[in-house]
C-alpha cells in the first residue's frame, strides 16, 4: 500500500474561499433542482427536474467559455443561462417559458445560495492552526467585490489572514499568473515557499504549478478527478484539516 509522504508546512499558504473554506458553489444541481420545485406550478406541465437539467446543461456551457467580466455580474449571467436553458427546452419542442420567469428563478437561485453558504466544519480551527504554526497566509478568491467581501466579514475571515485578495477589489483574478505573484509578493515570499490550496483545477494546480507553488486540490465530495483529466495535483485532500500537523 502506498504510502503518503507529509511534507513539513511551508512559509506561506494562498488559499481558496469558496468551495474551500465556505461550501458556497458545489453541487449546483442540487440547488437547481430545489428551485424548479418551487416554481412547479409556473413551469408546469414541464417537469421541474427537466427544467433544471435544461438550465444547468446550459450553464455548465456557458461558463465553461465565459469571459472573466461575467465573474463580476453574477446575476445577470444567471438570467442569461436560465433563460438560455429554457431556449433549449422551447427548441426541444416544450412550450415557451417567459423571461420574467426566468429572471425570477435566476433571482431565487442567487438567494438560496447566498442563505445556504456555511463554513466547513473544521476549516476555521486548521486555518488558525496554520497560523499558529507561524504561516503566512493569503485569501485568493476570485469574484465581485462586494459580495466576496461580505462573505470575508460574515464568516470571519479578515482577522484570520495576512493578506486578503479579492478579484473585484484587485482588477485580476486566477488564473492570471499576476494573481498569484501579487499574494506572494505581499507575503514576502516565493514560489517555492507556498503552497496553493482550492478545488478548481485551472486555478488552484494548473497555474500555480507553473510557477513552481505546490498545489493542493480539495475535493470535498470524494468525487475524484474528473474522467480524462490529465491535471496532476501534488496532493488531494477532502479538508483543510488534512493539513494541520498531528
Not at 87 to 103: E, I, M, Q, T, V
Not at 149 to 167: C, G, S, Y
Not at 189 to 210: K, S, Y
Request: charged share 25%; no cysteine; hydrophobic share 45%.
Amino acid at each position: 500500500m502506498a504510502m503518503t509522504v507529509v511534507k513539513p508546512l511551508p512559509r506561506a499558504m494562498l488559499i481558496d474561499m469558496d468551495d474551500t473554506i465556505l461550501s458556497a458553489y458545489g453541487r449546483p444541481e442540487i440547488a437547481w433542482n430545489t428551485i424548479a420545485e418551487e416554481f412547479a406550478g409556473e413551469l408546469a406541465p414541464l417537469p421541474p427536474r427537466e427544467v433544471a437539467t435544461a438550465v444547468l446543461a446550459y450553464a455548465r456551457q456557458f461558463w465553461s467559455t465565459a469571459e472573466a467580466a461575467w465573474r463580476m455580474k453574477l446575476g445577470e449571467a444567471r438570467r442569461l443561462t436560465v433563460r438560455g436553458g429554457f431556449a433549449a427546452l422551447a427548441a426541444n419542442g416544450h412550450r415557451a417559458l417567459s423571461d420574467d420567469l426566468a429572471a425570477r428563478l435566476a433571482d431565487r437561485f442567487t438567494t438560496y445560495r447566498e442563505e445556504a453558504i456555511f463554513v466547513f466544519p473544521g476549516a476555521h480551527d486548521a486555518i488558525d492552526a496554520f497560523k499558529a504554526h507561524g504561516v503566512k497566509l493569503a485569501l485568493v478568491t476570485n469574484g465581485a467585490a462586494d459580495m466576496q467581501r461580505a462573505k470575508v466579514e460574515r464568516f470571519e475571515l479578515t482577522h484570520r489572514f495576512d493578506h486578503i485578495q479579492i478579484e473585484g477589489e484587485h482588477g485580476f483574478g486566477k488564473p492570471e499568473e499576476r494573481a498569484y505573484l501579487h499574494a506572494m509578493e505581499a507575503l514576502g515570499v516565493t514560489a517555492e515557499d507556498t503552497w496553493m490550496i482550492g478545488d478548481n483545477l485551472e486555478w488552484e494546480v494548473v497555474t500555480p504549478q507553473r510557477l513552481g507553488i505546490y498545489a493542493i486540490w480539495i475535493d470535498v465530495h470524494g468525487d475524484g478527478l474528473p474522467e480524462g483529466s490529465t491535471v496532476k495535483p501534488d496532493r488531494i485532500i477532502r479538508s483543510l484539516t488534512e493539513l494541520v500537523p498531528g
